[in-house]
Nanobody
Framework: VQLQASGGGLVQAGGSMRLSCVVSGGTFRNYAMGWFRQAPGKEREFVSAISTSGGSTHLADSVKDRFTISRDNAKNTVYLQMNSLKPEDTAVYYC????????WGQGTQVTVSS
Protein backbone atom coordinates (compact mmCIF):
# COMPACT_ATOMS: atom_id res chain seq x y z
CA VAL A 1 0.00 0.00 0.00
CA GLN A 2 1.15 3.56 -0.75
CA LEU A 3 0.35 6.55 1.43
CA GLN A 4 0.56 10.07 -0.03
CA ALA A 5 0.10 12.84 2.52
CA SER A 6 -0.28 16.47 1.47
CA GLY A 7 -1.61 19.83 2.60
CA GLY A 8 1.14 20.90 4.94
CA GLY A 9 2.87 24.27 4.93
CA LEU A 10 3.49 27.35 7.04
CA VAL A 11 0.72 28.92 9.10
CA GLN A 12 0.54 31.42 11.92
CA ALA A 13 -0.50 30.38 15.39
CA GLY A 14 -4.28 30.29 15.66
CA GLY A 15 -4.67 29.39 12.00
CA SER A 16 -6.09 26.31 10.34
CA MET A 17 -4.88 23.68 7.93
CA ARG A 18 -6.32 20.57 6.34
CA LEU A 19 -4.16 17.55 5.61
CA SER A 20 -5.10 14.86 3.13
CA CYS A 21 -3.77 11.37 2.61
CA VAL A 22 -4.55 9.32 -0.46
CA VAL A 23 -4.10 5.58 -0.10
CA SER A 24 -3.45 3.39 -3.12
CA GLY A 25 -2.57 -0.22 -3.75
CA GLY A 26 -5.08 -1.73 -1.38
CA THR A 27 -8.71 -1.78 -0.23
CA PHE A 28 -8.95 1.51 1.63
CA ARG A 29 -12.41 0.94 3.09
CA ASN A 30 -11.07 -2.08 5.00
CA TYR A 31 -8.36 -0.10 6.81
CA ALA A 32 -8.60 1.74 10.07
CA MET A 33 -6.49 4.85 9.51
CA GLY A 34 -4.50 7.17 11.68
CA TRP A 35 -2.38 10.29 11.74
CA PHE A 36 0.92 10.52 13.58
CA ARG A 37 3.46 13.31 13.84
CA GLN A 38 7.14 13.69 14.55
CA ALA A 39 8.73 16.90 15.72
CA PRO A 40 12.50 17.52 15.40
CA GLY A 41 14.39 15.58 18.03
CA LYS A 42 11.29 13.80 19.26
CA GLU A 43 9.73 10.40 18.74
CA ARG A 44 6.79 9.89 16.46
CA GLU A 45 3.53 10.30 18.37
CA PHE A 46 -0.10 9.40 17.83
CA VAL A 47 -2.47 12.19 16.80
CA SER A 48 -5.73 10.67 15.70
CA ALA A 49 -7.41 7.52 14.39
CA ILE A 50 -10.61 6.63 12.57
CA SER A 51 -12.46 3.37 12.06
CA THR A 52 -13.13 1.80 8.66
CA SER A 53 -16.60 3.34 8.39
CA GLY A 54 -15.63 6.63 9.98
CA GLY A 55 -18.14 6.09 12.75
CA SER A 56 -15.53 5.95 15.49
CA THR A 57 -12.68 8.39 15.99
CA HIS A 58 -10.02 8.99 18.61
CA LEU A 59 -7.87 12.03 19.28
CA ALA A 60 -4.79 12.52 21.42
CA ASP A 61 -5.40 14.74 24.44
CA SER A 62 -3.03 17.37 23.03
CA VAL A 63 -5.26 17.97 19.98
CA LYS A 64 -8.75 17.32 21.32
CA ASP A 65 -11.22 20.12 20.57
CA ARG A 66 -8.85 21.45 17.87
CA PHE A 67 -8.35 18.63 15.35
CA THR A 68 -10.89 16.49 13.49
CA ILE A 69 -10.23 13.31 11.53
CA SER A 70 -12.50 12.15 8.72
CA ARG A 71 -12.42 9.91 5.68
CA ASP A 72 -13.99 9.51 2.28
CA ASN A 73 -13.95 5.86 1.29
CA ALA A 74 -15.06 6.70 -2.25
CA LYS A 75 -11.90 8.78 -2.69
CA ASN A 76 -9.53 6.51 -0.73
CA THR A 77 -8.66 9.55 1.36
CA VAL A 78 -8.33 10.36 5.04
CA TYR A 79 -8.27 13.96 6.27
CA LEU A 80 -7.03 15.83 9.31
CA GLN A 81 -8.63 19.21 9.91
CA MET A 82 -6.45 21.23 12.25
CA ASN A 83 -7.78 24.40 13.88
CA SER A 84 -6.34 26.76 16.49
CA LEU A 85 -2.86 25.63 15.59
CA LYS A 86 -0.06 26.14 18.08
CA PRO A 87 3.73 26.30 17.57
CA GLU A 88 3.99 22.95 19.37
CA ASP A 89 1.97 21.38 16.55
CA THR A 90 4.98 21.89 14.26
CA ALA A 91 6.02 18.47 12.96
CA VAL A 92 6.05 16.15 9.99
CA TYR A 93 2.61 14.55 9.83
CA TYR A 94 2.21 11.00 8.58
CA CYS A 95 -0.87 9.01 7.77
CA UNK A 96 -0.90 5.34 8.63
CA UNK A 97 -2.95 2.29 7.80
CA UNK A 98 -3.39 -0.05 10.75
CA UNK A 99 -3.21 -3.08 8.46
CA UNK A 100 0.26 -2.03 7.25
CA UNK A 101 2.21 -1.07 10.38
CA UNK A 102 5.51 -0.56 8.56
CA UNK A 103 4.17 1.72 5.81
CA TRP A 104 4.41 5.45 6.53
CA GLY A 105 4.87 7.37 3.32
CA GLN A 106 6.89 10.58 3.11
CA GLY A 107 4.75 12.71 5.41
CA THR A 108 3.92 16.39 5.08
CA GLN A 109 5.60 19.22 6.99
CA VAL A 110 3.46 21.49 9.13
CA THR A 111 5.12 24.59 10.56
CA VAL A 112 3.25 26.89 12.94
CA SER A 113 4.86 30.25 13.59
CA SER A 114 4.28 32.18 16.80
Amino acid sequence: VQLQASGGGLVQAGGSMRLSCVVSGGTFRNYAMGWFRQAPGKEREFVSAISTSGGSTHLADSVKDRFTISRDNAKNTVYLQMNSLKPEDTAVYYCHAEAYPDSWGQGTQVTVSS
